[in-house]
């Protein structure tokens, strides 16, 4: 055979050669491990921003998922959520407040009493087990519920008030329920009124009560709000700002009208006002110094100080 007839058979048996090698190689690596049974549970991830939030966690297996109000997983009243769904049925995700289908909520049992939703600054504990565990430990009131990941799985170990579980079937998580801005550091000045504070656990957005305690005032409604992002009046940093409104001898006045009441949500608006400066739909920002202020019809309409006459104001920090 010549030499030239030669290369083409060559490369053809190199080109079937690699192919060979390459559908060998690939073969083994897609082939998947043998099913090795439920894998250990190792976290719990709480859904953010919610009063209801969605319940995940590492190990798809469980039987159990608790929440107790405080810093412990404890089967006694402090429990407002404890569902169970036996041969380790249950799976993720869970909404708080919602009992899945082919489970049921017995919180109750243990004393405890099943909650719609969690309330804001409280802090929970949410947990979950697997059946050999939760078999272990159901009959076990009033202990502390806690991981000990040198275990082995499945073990329990009681020592006093705490109860000791293998890491391979239970797994727990501290949350402090934080969806809206705090406040600190609260400072209520002026001769007008005494200003309150007061979070919601609707938005970040609160609501602000005022008293009246000036000696010649009268009237509880004021006819000017304002709110400024500073720790003093700055008419460079306003947020919100709303004034009474009203026509007299064809022309518009503001802040001559006592129409604003307490207590006032910020961001309200009322009739026979004007806001010059709209309330941002995010409502106040985390980490920031506010100023909110109210005047009424008497004010001069200029001085911004602890001394001015039917004047308040209420400095605060958020967090």
């Known amino acids: 055979m010549k030499k030239s007839n030669l290369f083409p058979l060559i490369a053809l048996a190199g080109i079937i050669l690699v192919c060979c090698l390459d559908f060998s190689c690939t073969s083994d690596d897609d082939l998947l491990a ?133 890491a391979s079937g239970h797994a727990q998580k501290t949350l402090p329920l934080d969806v809206y801005v705090n406040f600190r550091n609260l400072r209520p000045m002026g001769r007008l009124a005494e200003l309150t504070l007061a979070q919601t656990d609707t938005s970040n957005s609160p609501v602000i009560t005022w008293t009246i305690r000036q000696a010649d005032v009268f009237d509880d409604l004021v006819a000017a709000v304002g709110l400024v992002n500073a720790a003093v009046y700055d008419p460079q940093a306003i947020v919100w700002e709303a004034w009474s409104e009203e026509a007299v001898d064809d022309r518009m006045v503001y802040g001559k009208s006592n129409v604003i009441p307490s207590p006032l949500l910020f961001g309200d608006s009322f009739p026979g006002t004007r806001t010059f400066y709209a309330y941002p739909a995010a409502g106040l920002q985390r980490n920031q110094k506010y100023y909110f202020w109210i005047a009424n019809k008497d004010w001069d309409g200029i001085t911004h100080s602890r001394a001015a006459n039917y004047y308040a104001y209420i400095t605060f920090e958020t967090f």
């Not at 993720?92 to 289908?101: A, L, N, R």
């Not at 929970?124 to 009131?141: D, H, P, S």
């Open 34 to 166: 043998p099913y090795a049974g439920p894998s250990d549970m190792s976290s719990i991830k709480i859904e953010e921003g919610s009063y209801s939030p969605k319940v995940t966690w590492v190990g798809g297996f469980a039987c159990v998922l608790g929440v107790n109000r405080g810093a412990n997983a404890i089967l006694d009243s402090s429990l407002v959520m404890l569902v169970y769904r036996e041969n380790n049925l249950l799976r993720y995700p869970v909404s708080f407040g919602q009992t899945p289908s082919g489970a049921q909520d017995i919180a109750a049992d243990y004393g405890g009493h099943a909650a719609a939703r969690l309330r804001e600054d409280n802090t929970y504990t949410f947990w979950v087990m697997q059946q050999k565990i939760w078999e272990q430990v159901a009959g076990l009131r009033d202990k502390i519920l806690l991981v000990n990941s040198e275990l082995p799985p499945a073990a329990v170990q009681v020592q006093e008030d705490t109860v000791y579980t293998s």
